[in-house]
């Protein structure tokens, strides 16, 4: 039925050094940071608009910028957990999913309006303790140019190849506009988005989804 989503995710520097020289173009330092997202899945095809699931993870990212290229190593902690409503109205049992892992993604800009990226992961503590441990994705990131103004339209397309899946692929495909800059930079964007494959819900994890839906996005 009719599901809503709701993400809400911060990302700072801590330190930085190196050579941040001029534009991006010429940029070349090292970033540590932080990040955390939380994500809340709401059914609103009952009365209870149940709470079905709430998954959050915290992050520690190291960046090496090389012009508009980077990679990045990050420490990476992941919990999920099913919504109180949810366990009531279907009798479920919540099962405790988390995953302290290692993940290294690198990007590199092909041309000012495509980004393509590749990377994957190994989660040294995971619960339950069979899950798999090893993942890999890859995607391509369609943006507008930076030099453009007005409506801009954007994309991507995403594919996460999980061991706890069997290594089935989980597709996530995203295209929509982005709304004219504030400012001098962009700051909102409206998408489209359809995923298939093994859910991105631990608690659901490994089990198979397929949805479509419409979505804002705010960079604040």
Do not use: C
């Amino acid at each position: 039925g009719l599901e809503a989503e709701f993400a809400l995710a911060v990302t700072f520097p801590v330190l930085a050094w190196g050579e941040a020289d001029g534009t991006s173009s010429e940029r070349r330092d090292w970033v540590l940071g932080l990040e955390a997202a939380a994500f809340a899945r709401f059914g609103l095809h009952r009365t209870e608009r149940e709470l079905v699931n709430t998954d959050w993870f915290f992050t520690i990212p190291l960046v090496r910028w090389m012009g508009p290229h980077w990679a990045r190593v990050r420490y990476y902690h992941t919990s999920s957990h099913l919504g109180d409503e949810y366990i009531r109205v279907f009798e479920e049992t919540g099962k405790h999913f988390a995953r302290d892992a290692v993940e290294i993604l690198g990007l590199r800009e092909a041309t000012p309006w495509l980004d393509l990226y590749a990377g994957g992961g190994f989660g040294y503590n995971v619960h339950p303790s069979g899950s798999g441990r090893w993942w890999t994705r890859a995607g391509f990131v369609v943006q507008p140019d930076p030099g453009a103004g007005g409506w801009a339209p954007m994309g991507s397309l995403d594919v996460d190849l999980d061991q706890e899946a069997g290594w089935t692929p989980r597709w996530t495909a995203q295209a929509g506009v982005w709304l004219p800059p504030l400012r001098g930079r962009r700051w909102a964007r409206i998408t489209a988005e359809l995923v298939t494959g093994p859910t991105p819900l631990g608690q659901f994890f490994p089990g198979r989804t397929t949805y479509g839906g419409i979505g804002i996005v705010l960079h604040l």
